[in-house]
């Protein structure tokens, strides 16, 4: 069955930097769109970043120039690398594998990134 | 700015009925990019309807999807008691990449 593992995530400081991990399995992560999306306690989803098949990426406006996304063949593993923490990306961050339509097909599990002092 | 206006916040009905969860786009969209999700508490969003009115695998079918120009409707026939949780409209473009709706929770009465 494909599915996705995430880790990573936790506590971190304001300024800080935090690097979260989606493992894939069943299927490649550098043959299919990835994406991350988030979603603040008690809020609803926000898209933050997408890696298209051919690896061309994209962010949500208030991540560009903070966050960066990548994928590793080797490990068949998403990431997202998020830097200058602010509090209110404090959320549970979702990686997903996404149809070239534009549906979420598959989820990761989820991660709880909770940026405060 | 292109948004999602998912209605009404809160639906409050009982098992067996039938629910109508609405979802509006600011402009017109091919039914072919919305799809909608179920959230349940302290899980991920699951894929329920793409293109708009097809079922993903393994969705019963007392879930339907239509549209009828920039109105979406996500309907449940018989609502089961796990049914009773979060559903989210999406929409994806090359321009736009992806839109949420803020969401409908469905609530037992």
């Known amino acids: 069955e494909a599915q996705l593992v995430q880790s990573g995530g936790g506590l971190v400081q304001p300024g800080g930097s935090q690097r979260l991990s989606c493992a894939a399995s069943?299927?490649?992560?550098?043959?299919?769109?990835m994406t991350w999306v988030r979603q603040a306690p008690g809020k609803g989803l926000e898209w933050v970043s997408i890696?298209?098949?051919?690896?061309?990426?994209d962010y949500e406006d208030s991540v560009k120039g903070r966050f960066s996304i990548s994928r590793d063949s080797s490990k068949n593993t998403l990431y997202l690398h998020m830097n200058s923490l602010r509090p209110d990306d404090t959320a549970v961050y979702f990686c997903?594998?996404?149809?070239?339509?534009?549906?979420?097909?598959?989820w990761g599990q989820g991660s709880l990134v909770i940026v405060s002092s | 700015e292109f948004v999602l206006t998912q209605s009404p916040g809160t639906l409050s009905l009982s098992p067996g009925e039938r629910a109508s969860l609405s979802c509006r786009a600011s402009?017109?969209?091919?039914?072919?990019?919305l799809a909608w999700y179920q959230q349940r508490p302290g899980q991920a969003p699951r894929l329920l309807m793409y293109?708009?009115?097809s079922r993903a695998i393994g969705i019963p079918d007392r879930f339907s999807g239509s549209e009828s120009g920039t109105d979406f409707t996500l309907t449940i026939s018989r609502l089961e008691p796990e049914d009773f949780v979060v559903y989210y409209c999406?929409?994806?473009?090359?321009?736009?990449?992806?839109?949420f709706g803020q969401g409908t929770k469905l609530e037992i009465k």
């Open positions: 997903a594998r996404a149809s070239p339509r534009g549906w979420l097909l598959i």
């Open positions: 069943e299927f490649t992560v550098t043959g299919n769109h």
């Open positions: 890696t298209s098949a051919g690896g061309l990426t």
């Open positions: 402009e017109s969209i091919a039914g072919s990019t």
């Open positions: 293109a708009a009115t």
């Open positions: 999406q929409h994806y473009d090359a321009s736009r990449k992806y839109t």
